[in-house]
């Protein structure tokens, strides 16, 4: 991923966090950290007749993040059509246990985006767009996998958002009780949740198996 | 949990899977479980003049879903004063290697669903609610805890979602490729993904840190 050049970005009205505030983070690397560890974000807007909402994947070029998916998709179409996008992605890390159920809380780090889907209408740069993809999933695999042809990729559809209008929530550590909850004879801490990736299951299905001529 | 006594629900216009329409899955308890299994959900409702979406905890009983937060919260307000919510919950599992850079994919059970919040408002029901989240966290946390008191529950907002319109959609198991692509020298597979919960950290603080006075 290429470094981003822009100064971190300013809340608007709408990124402006404004229940719990100290929570906050509007450091851009901080944010982009968190686009760039999730793979999954969630997708909301306004359609026709109701607001939208889809899971898809992401990734991050400078200061941009990208959505892949058909145009025939519902909530593809509408921001296409110019709806105003707002995008979450959150990486659950634990659960916090307090003494009060009150402050029960979790581990996490958020980010909120708005924007508007720009589309990637050229050939070549959707087609390098979706090599990150890729490159995301594991360095080297665009120059692995066999390339998209002509009909694969009109079948796509690579939408770009400008990453001007984002905000970030994070909590991380341990309990924070009321001091009168502290002498409590009951136990507090964090339970971690990490996320873990597993070895690569080869698919070696042979060759004949859907090459019936063969 | 207890056991839903509704039959599976049918898809509406807006939850019929359109796209990808053969990794849909309508099944009850496979819905359920994909809630019980995440406890991170994203809401989308639209609120004055854009649509919002945030990231917030969950959990069910039977054929209800709960989520809790500030009425002071912009997205809670707009969801208590009666702007639909389409709240998503999805659960990567792994990504799929294909031959061809078009048929990569990921692994992971995802549920749409749309609702009209139902405002808790009995204080007990709402701390019977709330017990069931801290259950969800730990069984038996919910007698560990120091219960919330009056201010607590007051500034709590519990809203129920009636789990009546919802869809899932899922996709398992290993790459699909085109016959033409099979006989390619390209690797292809699985490589999972998978959550895991560490040990608890606990949390031992001596007790005169926050009690001066002793």
Known sequence: MQRPSNPPSAPTQK???????KKAHYDQATLYAILDEAFVCHVAAQQADHTGLQPTLHWREGDRLYIHGSSKNGLFRALIEGAEACIGVTL???IVFARSAFHHSVN???VIIY?????IIEPQEKRRLLDLMLEK???GRSQEARP????????????AF???EMSGKLRTGGPVDDAADMALPIWAGVKPLTRQ????DYDHAPIDHTSPSQ
Chains 1, 2 share one sequence.
């Open 148 to 159: 998209p042809n002509e009909n694969e990729l009109k079948a796509t559809d690579v939408l």
């Open 137 to 139: 999933f594991s360095t």
């Open 162 to 164: 400008e990453l001007t």
């Open 92 to 94: 659950l890390d634990g």
């Open 15 to 21: 990124t402006q966090v404004k229940r719990g505030a």
């Open 108 to 110: 996490y780090r958020s």
């Open 115 to 119: 924007g508007y889907a720009k589309p």
């Open 197 to 200: 990736w597993g070895e690569i």
